[in-house]
């Protein structure tokens, strides 16, 4: 009875507090814990971080999964990522409460997942999550019985009831209680939830013939989805959609129809303008809390940006917009500066949250900027970037240009006046540096890298910078070199040690990558950059295409995965088994190999009716 009101209760409750939550955190750990769980020998910093929680937290591992099955304890399952602000908050209130530990420790398996080490765990349990609840964001809080398959789910619980949500401490307490008078509803439960999401994604579709209409069809929904007052598609919490924003383009270079260019080219200028992106030292956040792209939630992730850099290059090719070119070598210039190590490799993200609050290291006080800058550029610059004493977010200034301040131009004319603006950004630039920093997330993760690497192709492209063409160089031979041994892409890598993890996206968007770099680089020596695509393409059919001309995310076989996950649409990164056919189609094209068309071919064809049905 009680399990039942649990999971009536909090569902009904999850229709309206199931919190997206990808804010950035704090990974600061107090030092005076001296407890050391079962993560202190981890390689993710997210992992790390809770090292030290009083919860005896695992890594999903052989020992913790076999743990749960010989103690006959149900799994505790946490899955966040090291710059998610809400992951943070959880830990504070509840993971790093002793009271709710010693619950979690002597009735559960806790587990902590990064996902972004483990995209493939994440994939599955997400969808358990958002099918039980209807919502989806991290962090995520999954039950599962001693088979891994979950009975109850949802993501971020305050530690007690609070503003009408349940408490984890209450939860965790309840569930343990059902779990020992009811278990065999809770198996029961867990089975059914198991076979009605599984049947849901293993739900074969007829293959259909594709057409131009589907194109169409998808098109006119994004389109349905757009804000004309402030870009973007659908409301706050607004992100950026580099990919619909990449389709929408490319539809109309196909269909001439300008109201898509229009609409792109509306939300790269109001993201360009915004608080969303850094206006001092370049890249963007994850997302912004309001329609206006004001207010960020301050974290910024290298597959943000690199996705943007080649969203805004497109549309500076289309266009000829210099503002465009301006946000591509700004970010790119921040990715250079700020998140690429010496090997070559790029770091995954950089936290929002200093000294304990977020956004600190970002925003700034009038009176602040007042003392920094000289007269004559002070009243400039308040005005062009909408600096005033009351502030725009917490009594502090988040930097954004609108209509009325872009066109401000004091009584300069205009290149002495865009001169004395670039004056101020770097004497508040240099004192902003001085501030103690957020931390950084180093992992690299190879199919960011990739991406990474097809944004500096893209930025080469379009500017000649031989910086741009370097790093592209450098990344590429980084990953050839030091993240492909024993005839397989490493997944993640920090100080030296390797996840070995075999994942389809890393062969995705690093062949992605190669592709650009070999039609970018104009050295005699790009042969090789074709050649070492197609050589990771091949690896990739062998690990992730099964006899039915269908991607998943992992090799067959795994026995730590309650089904083999694939990913047909695309989410906050774009799909990698698209990205494998377009790979594939491309790969034709520079070889005139049909074998790989017929790949690609065979691969749409499976998908056809999905796509007809969800275009």
């Given at each position: 009875?009680?399990?039942?009101?649990?999971?009536?209760?909090?569902?009904?409750?999850?229709?309206f507090?199931?919190?997206?939550?990808?804010?950035?955190?704090?990974m600061?750990?107090?030092?005076?814990?001296?407890?050391?769980?079962?993560?202190?020998?981890?390689?993710?910093?997210?992992?790390l971080?809770?090292?030290?929680?009083?919860?005896?937290?695992?890594?999903?591992?052989?020992?913790?999964?076999?743990?749960?099955?010989s103690?006959?304890?149900?799994?505790?399952?946490?899955?966040?990522y090291?710059?998610?602000?809400?992951?943070?908050?959880?830990e504070?209130?509840?993971?790093?409460?002793?009271?709710?530990?010693?619950?979690?420790n002597?009735?559960?398996?806790?587990?902590?997942?990064?996902?972004?080490?483990?995209?493939?765990?994440?994939?599955?349990?997400?969808?358990?999550?958002?099918?039980?609840?209807?919502?989806?964001?991290?962090?995520?809080?999954?039950?599962?019985?001693?088979?891994?398959?979950?009975?109850?789910?949802?993501?971020?619980?305050?530690?007690?009831?609070?503003?009408?949500?349940?408490?984890f401490?209450?939860?965790?307490?309840?569930?343990?209680?059902?779990?020992?008078?009811?278990?065999?509803?809770?198996w029961?439960?867990?089975?059914?939830?198991?076979?009605?999401v599984?049947?849901?994604?293993?739900?074969?579709?007829?293959?259909?013939?594709l057409?131009?209409?589907?194109?169409?069809?998808?098109?006119t929904?994004l389109?349905?989805?757009?804000?004309?007052?402030?870009?973007?598609?659908?409301?706050?919490?607004?992100?950026?959609?580099?990919?619909?924003?990449?389709?929408?383009?490319?539809?109309?270079r196909?269909?001439?129809?300008?109201?898509?260019?229009?609409?792109?080219?509306?939300?790269l200028?109001?993201?360009?303008?915004?608080?969303?992106?850094?206006?001092?030292?370049?890249?963007?956040?994850?997302?912004?809390?309001?329609?206006?792209?004001?207010?960020?939630?301050?974290?910024?992730?290298?597959?943000?940006?690199?996705?943007?850099?080649?969203?805004?290059?497109?549309a500076?090719?289309?266009?000829g917009?210099?503002?465009?070119?301006?946000?591509?070598?700004?970010?790119?210039?921040?990715?250079?500066?700020?998140?690429?190590d010496?090997?070559?490799?790029?770091?995954?993200?950089?936290?929002?949250?200093?000294?304990?609050?977020?956004?600190?290291?970002?925003?700034?006080g009038?009176?602040?900027?007042k003392?920094?800058?000289?007269?004559?550029?002070?009243?400039s610059?308040?005005?062009?970037?909408?600096?005033?004493?009351?502030?725009n977010?917490?009594?502090?200034?988040?930097?954004?240009?609108?209509?009325?301040?872009?066109?401000?131009?004091?009584?300069?004319?205009?290149?002495?006046?865009?001169?004395?603006?670039?004056?101020?950004?770097d004497?508040?630039?240099?004192?902003?540096?001085?501030?103690?920093?957020?931390?950084?997330?180093?992992k690299?993760?190879?199919?960011?890298?990739?991406m990474?690497?097809?944004a500096?192709?893209k930025?080469?492209q379009?500017?000649?910078?031989?910086?741009?063409?370097?790093?592209?160089?450098?990344?590429?031979?980084?990953?050839?070199?030091?993240?492909f041994?024993?005839?397989?892409?490493?997944?993640?890598?920090?100080?030296g040690?390797?996840?070995?993890?075999?994942?389809?996206?890393?062969?995705?968007?690093?062949?992605?990558g190669?592709?650009?770099?070999?039609?970018?680089?104009p050295?005699?020596?790009?042969?090789?950059?074709?050649?070492?695509?197609?050589?990771?393409?091949?690896r990739?059919?062998?690990?992730?295409?099964d006899?039915?001309?269908?991607?998943?995310?992992?090799p067959?076989?795994?026995?730590?995965?309650?089904?083999?996950?694939?990913?047909?649409?695309?989410?906050?990164?774009p799909?990698?088994?698209?990205?494998?056919?377009?790979?594939?189609?491309?790969?034709n094209?520079?070889t005139?190999?049909?074998?790989?068309?017929?790949?690609?071919?065979?691969?749409?064809?499976?998908?056809s009716g999905?796509?007809?049905?969800s275009?």
């Amino acid at each position: 009875m009680i399990f039942r009101l649990i999971i009536l209760t909090t569902l009904i409750l999850f229709n309206f507090i199931a919190c997206g939550a990808e804010k950035a955190g704090n990974m600061q750990k107090n030092s005076n814990h001296t407890f050391t769980n079962h993560l202190a020998n981890e390689n993710s910093p997210y992992l790390l971080s809770h090292s030290h929680n009083p919860v005896d937290w695992y890594p999903w591992s052989e020992e913790a999964l076999e743990k749960a099955k010989s103690e006959d304890k149900l799994i505790f399952l946490s899955i966040g990522y090291a710059a998610c602000h809400w992951c943070h908050v959880m830990e504070r209130e509840s993971f790093e409460n002793k009271e709710i530990a010693q619950i979690l420790n002597e009735n559960f398996i806790s587990i902590k997942v990064d996902r972004e080490q483990r995209p493939d765990l994440d994939e599955i349990y997400m969808s358990f999550t958002t099918a039980l609840t209807g919502h989806g964001g991290w962090p995520m809080t999954v039950f599962l019985t001693p088979n891994l398959k979950p009975f109850f789910a949802g993501t971020y619980f305050p530690p007690d009831d609070r503003y009408g949500r349940p408490g984890f401490k209450k939860l965790i307490t309840e569930i343990s209680t059902a779990y020992k008078t009811e278990r065999e509803q809770i198996w029961e439960s867990s089975d059914n939830i198991f076979k009605q999401v599984n049947q849901r994604i293993n739900n074969s579709v007829a293959t259909t013939l594709l057409n131009k209409n589907f194109m169409d069809k998808g098109a006119t929904q994004l389109l349905q989805s757009f804000d004309p007052v402030y870009g973007g598609l659908g409301q706050a919490p607004k992100f950026p959609h580099a990919t619909e924003l990449s389709y929408m383009l490319r539809y109309y270079r196909l269909s001439g129809d300008l109201s898509y260019l229009q609409a792109v080219k509306k939300t790269l200028l109001m993201m360009a303008r915004g608080g969303i992106y850094d206006q001092l030292g370049g890249g963007f956040a994850r997302y912004s809390t309001d329609n206006m792209w004001l207010i960020p939630h301050f974290e910024k992730m290298l597959y943000d940006n690199a996705l943007l850099v080649s969203v805004y290059a497109e549309a500076y090719q289309i266009t000829g917009n210099e503002e465009y070119l301006n946000i591509v070598t700004g970010t790119l210039d921040f990715i250079l500066r700020e998140i690429t190590d010496k090997t070559g490799g790029f770091y995954s993200a950089i936290d929002a949250d200093s000294e304990g609050h977020e956004g600190k290291f970002y925003v700034w006080g009038y009176e602040e900027i007042k003392n920094l800058l000289p007269e004559n550029l002070f009243e400039s610059f308040v005005k062009y970037y909408n600096v005033t004493p009351q502030g725009n977010f917490e009594g502090k200034n988040i930097l954004n240009l609108t209509e009325e301040s872009f066109r401000y131009k004091s009584t300069q004319n205009e290149k002495d006046f865009l001169n004395n603006i670039e004056k101020a950004k770097d004497i508040l630039f240099v004192a902003r540096s001085k501030r103690i920093r957020p931390l950084t997330d180093d992992k690299q993760l190879t199919s960011w890298n990739g991406m990474a690497l097809t944004a500096f192709c893209k930025g080469y492209q379009i500017t000649g910078n031989s910086r741009y063409l370097k790093a592209a160089v450098n990344n590429a031979t980084f990953v050839n070199d030091i993240l492909f041994k024993n005839s397989n892409l490493t997944h993640s890598y920090r100080e030296g040690n390797h996840l070995r993890t075999q994942m389809l996206e890393d062969y995705a968007f690093y062949v992605d990558g190669l592709l650009n770099l070999y039609e970018t680089d104009p050295s005699g020596n790009n042969n090789k950059w074709l050649e070492l695509a197609i050589k990771m393409t091949e690896r990739a059919i062998e690990l992730f295409m099964d006899k039915n001309s269908r991607f998943y995310l992992r090799p067959e076989g795994l026995n730590d995965l309650i089904y083999r996950p694939s990913e047909e649409s695309d989410g906050a990164v774009p799909a990698s088994g698209s990205y494998m056919i377009r790979n594939l189609i491309k790969i034709n094209r520079l070889t005139e190999n049909k074998n790989y068309l017929s790949l690609a071919e065979s691969c749409l064809k499976s998908l056809s009716g999905y796509i007809a049905k969800s275009p």
